[in-house]
């Protein structure tokens, strides 16, 4: 596609529930990161995937949080039973050549667990 | 570990007028990317300017311009004639160069409001 696509736009979940969020990446980005962004912890690195694999998973909070990568493309994580501490905006970005190209994020998912 | 520091929270400019954004970074990595992205209300994060370390050159897009002192390790923005467009969070990010350096770590923030 013409950008990173993320889904949903917003969602609100009951403590307890289980989520999935998904990120679409640019075609051909082999490369594919997500973060999140949280009021008192501002921008924080949760995992990257290259490719299908995920060789770097240190930033995903807890044994809740899991993310997997199909086909080289569509990468969506998972949040189980939600806390509220879990609510924030999970943004998703892709690149194919970090050091020419840079980084192209999505619009994100505002994710609020009442 | 790689820290990028934004002092100013907040910031404001009459439109048409200039202002600059501040970033400090700590790194022992001699090459590295510097970036600004600006993220409006629509959450999207949109790259402003990227800067490469070994290059000497300070980055310019159109009215977007970069003042980078390696070895003050500052980066700060300026944008010229601001616009109301203008109007949103910057945050300054820094990422290794090589495989293995593909983290971006960014600043805390700062919001910048255009005043017309």
């Known amino acids: 596609g013409a950008g990173v696509s993320q889904s949903p736009s917003n969602k609100v979940t009951e403590k307890g529930k289980d989520v999935e969020l998904r990120c679409d990446p640019i075609?051909?980005?082999?490369?594919l990161y997500w973060y999140r962004q949280s009021l008192g912890q501002g921008l924080e690195f949760l995992i990257y995937f290259q490719g299908n694999s995920a060789p770097d998973k240190s930033g995903l909070p807890s044994d809740r949080f899991s993310a997997e990568r199909t086909g080289g493309s569509v990468s969506t994580l998972t949040i189980q039973r939600t806390q509220q501490e879990d609510s924030a905006v999970y943004l998703c970005?892709?690149?194919?050549?970090?050091?020419?190209?840079?980084?192209?994020f999505g619009s994100g998912t505002r994710l609020t667990v009442v | 570990a790689q820290t990028v520091t934004q002092s100013q929270p907040e910031m404001s400019v009459q439109e048409a007028e200039t202002v600059t954004l501040s970033c400090t970074y700590d790194t022992s990595e001699s090459d590295y990317y510097l970036f600004w992205y600006k993220q409006p209300p629509s959450r999207q994060m949109i790259l402003v300017i990227r800067q490469e370390a070994y290059k000497q050159q300070n980055a310019t897009e159109n009215r977007f311009s970069v003042n980078f002192q390696k070895a003050a390790k500052s980066f700060s923005l300026k944008i010229s004639d601001s616009q109301l467009g203008d109007a949103a969070m910057y945050f300054c990010a820094y990422s290794g160069s090589g495989g293995s350096n593909y983290k971006l770590t960014f600043g805390k923030g700062t919001l910048l409001t255009v005043n017309p």
């Open positions: 075609s051909g980005h082999t490369a």
């Open positions: 970005a892709s690149s194919y050549n970090r050091e020419i190209y840079g980084y192209t």
